[in-house]
DNA sequence: TAGATTGTTAATCGATTAACAATC
DNA sequence: TAGATTGTTAATCGATTAACAATC
């Protein structure tokens, strides 16, 4: 019985891919799929997906493929999926709120359990189904609420402050939109959605391919 | 005089996390800065920083270390941010609307210069200091405006129909919201910000540290 | 059996990082 | 000169992918 080969980071962020894929492909009444087609839906290599599968089990079947609804079951098995998830926002700028209204969070088992801000004049106001709830009650709210997982909407300033006491309160999966580096410690995972950052990437590609000309020919 | 070497997309990455770091400093009138130093701002190893730094030149000082305003221009140079992005959003629910009054966009050069929505309802309101304009005038809005960079916040049904006439417009930068995998011609940088995928991947990794008892010991 | 497709190996590719000569 | 720190090499690590035996 030794323990199965630890799933890499690279395959764990396609997970999610598949799974949707997947349930595409179910809802359109498909119940086979080749990795070669499940590649392509998912916009990858049919060799990775089956290195991909691999990790999970051996759920395919030689000459045939793999049976969707299996599939489904064993991804969502393996992310998740299939529990609750109750998020806490803290912060609720315009980010913040566009989140706390975002429906499509629903669909797997992600459910905004609690508003949480810092700013006085936003506590008691209603979004959504919910209460803003002051930053005071951080800690019992995360406590009753069993949240498992804290969403960080604040500004770049609030952010550690915000980070260490989601991790203190027990909540060990952050994911954080505040442009900062932050720190956490091991155990806690942390993911960072940072809009300027992914504007700067594309834009490098196409300041590469078209630099601005601004009457020099060459440097 | 041969090409400089091609830039790995890893590094590219990771270019404006440093030119965050760097502006910190330099508004902490900081004049030097070590690889050491930086790397921890950016929460990267200090070798990944020089042999990333060393991709654009040698901008560094042995024994000393990097100059932060120097070294701002040049990153800043790299990454085009001295230049005018004007980015159109296109769908404006709940995230598009968020992204319309994000403020946060100004400070690297992007400018969102156009708002876009199939919702007749929708046409003609104003967000920000900008009316939001019909669908059917992409093409016109995206040629007028120069726009650089496409935001993509449809359903994810809309959105390849959306990104197809972004690019025949001219469009050749996109940032994708909808979670949907999209096609691009080559030649055209596509990036995606999936938020429930994210989630995903932070509960994998919480579910697996912590999976769900129900009353099962073992499978 | 013939055709199809998985699961896995091994080769390749690219990214990370320790180490250290160069040099301020 | 002594200490500090870069820039770069080379080793290591991990991810991707072509290839193909296994097998439906």
Not at 40 to 66: P, Q
Not at 93 to 117: E, I, K, M, S
Not at 145 to 171: E, F, H, K, N, P
Request: with cysteine; hydrophobic share 45%; net charge negative.
């Amino acid at each position: 019985m030794a323990g199965r080969a630890r799933i890499p980071e690279a395959t764990v962020t396609r997970l999610p891919v598949y799974l949707r894929s997947l349930l595409e492909l179910a809802s359109d009444q498909v119940s086979t799929v080749s990795s070669e087609r499940l590649a392509e839906l998912s916009g990858v290599n049919a060799a990775k997906v089956r290195k991909d599968l691999s990790y999970l089990g051996s759920y395919g079947t030689r000459g045939v493929g793999y049976d969707v609804g299996f599939l489904v079951d064993q991804v969502g098995r393996e992310l998740g999926t299939t529990r609750d998830w109750p998020v806490v926002i803290v912060g609720l700028g315009n980010l913040g709120r566009a989140l706390a209204n975002y429906h499509g969070f629903g669909t797997r088992g992600f459910r905004v359990a609690a508003l949480v801000d810092a700013d006085p004049a936003l506590v008691g106001e209603s979004i959504g189904e919910l209460t803003v709830v002051s930053i005071d009650q951080l800690e019992s709210v995360v406590g009753q609420g069993q949240v498992a997982v804290g969403i960080v909407a604040t500004t770049a300033g609030s952010a550690q402050d915000v980070a260490d006491r989601l991790v203190s309160a027990g909540v060990c999966s952050i994911l954080n939109f505040a442009p900062v580096v932050l720190s956490v410690p091991s155990g806690v995972s942390l993911r960072n959605v940072d809009l300027s950052m992914e504007l700067q990437v594309l834009t490098f590609y196409q300041h590469q391919a078209h630099p601005q000309h601004l009457g020099s020919a060459s440097v």
